[in-house]
């Protein structure tokens, strides 16, 4: 059974030029073992050298739409997901419109992971808190934990830096850090918690932002709880409020219900009658 040893468990690059090679030689799925350092090789397993450098005996055909999914799908932690993903790309060789098929098992899985990651990305991007750290060179410091679902850091970084390009700051996670510092990004090995400090001023001014927008008249909590987890909170600075705020929140209602709505002022009142003049 030929191997293919990958250079990590989101080696995308790797996975995609093996399975073209493979699969343009009809190396059927069951006869692959992919290995990503998640697992250590069969018994009985052998090298793939000749399988990945023999000549093609026809082009593999790759749709766009499955590049982009399997780009996402690499990211999860499902440890079928490489061997999956060559299934669906060689059976789309002779089923071309097989990713339009939503009941089929391999294309449900495929979107179901798909799915999954772009959730844990979301997350990310809404539920990352950097704290400062220092100075240096005259940019600020900063750095934040996050614990995701999946392998999503280098996937979702890139919204960090359009985001915060004129600042060095550095996600730590407990597999994969990102790191920009002087305008260049890298990766590095995973961290602890402990690596990110517990507070600083900015947490404070985030916390008295957060108190002074919350709506107590639109607040649902399962809706909140379901787009913020409680699994988030303990590394969210505003989270130790929202018992708080929750408490309160008919209390505040009522308020704003009693006080009515404020009335203009003059200004306000002086372009309104030159409109109705």
Known sequence: MPTVALASPTDWKGWRNAARNLCAQGVRPEAVEWQSGEAQPGLFAEAA???????????????SAFLTLSRLVICHRDAER?????????????????LANAADPDVAWAHGCAKAIRRDRHKMHAFVRFRKVGEQGGRERFAAWFEPDHRIVELATP???????????????????????????????????????????????????????FNPARLKVKAMTAEMPKKYWRNLPEAVLIPGLIAKAGDRSDAMRTDGVTEPNALSKRIARRRES
Do not use: C
């Open 49 to 63: 050298d000749t399988a990945l450098t023999a000549s093609p005996s026809v082009q593999t055909r790759v749709p």
């Open 159 to 213: 919204f960090f830096v359009r985001r915060f390009p004129n600042m060095d700051w550095a996600i730590l996670t407990p597999e994969r850090s990102a790191i920009w510092q002087d305008g260049a990004l890298r990766y590095e090995a995973g961290a602890s918690r402990q690596d990110v400090p517990d507070a600083d001023i900015v947490e404070v001014e985030w916390k008295a932002y957060f108190a002074a927008i």
């Open 82 to 98: 490489f061997a999956r993903l060559y299934r669906l790309l060689f059976r789309l060789q002779r089923e071309h419109h097989l």
